[in-house]
């Protein structure tokens, strides 16, 4: 079973909508959360981190933590065809210094 | 101020000959990383530093070497290459006590 699982979709959503990203991680002890986006062709950007079971907002941008149900998601509000993109969720056990990557959401946000 | 550079950015080898990917950030960042991306299996860690001649494998190791005599470098070498490690390598650093990654910009490489 993989550590960290996302859809790997691709996850289509019209411009203007919320696109909702979601990633399970198997690691109980696991502390901190991470999103990056990736576009084609480029290295992973932080974009979101998260460390405490809630909401986290920066901008359009919203992580969501559930440890007890080991559950992160993202939510872009007001998607762009400028979010168009992989998303990779990173999951840091804690104490650890190893970051453990899911293999990525692609979203495409339509005109 | 570059961040983070690789070099080469694309590599070309043939089967069985050694490859050095090199990795120089500017900043003074303590902690260094080699992941390696493949479609399927999403970014692995290879290997990191904690610092200046301080190295740990990461998830899939076998087939590569690192060194870090000096902060700011941490070369990544395949001794032998094979076809299973056409790739994209990124490095990244981290400031020891945080948690945020950067990483560089990536190197394409291909064993023929």
Redesign the interface.
Known sequence: QKEVEQNSGPLSVPEGAIASLNCTYSDRGSQ?F?WYRQYSG?????IM?IYSNGDKEDGRFTAQLNKASQYVSLLIRDSQPSDSATY?C?V?PGGG???T????TQLKVEL | DAGITQSPRYKITETGRQVTLMCHQTWSHSYMFWYRQDLGHGLRLIYYSAAADITDKGEVPDGYVVSRSKTENFPLTLESATRSQTSVYFCATRVQGTDTQYFGPGTRLTVL
């Open positions: 901190s991470f480029k290295s992973p950007e932080l981190s990779l990173a840091l210094n190893k970051l990557f899911g293999t990525g």
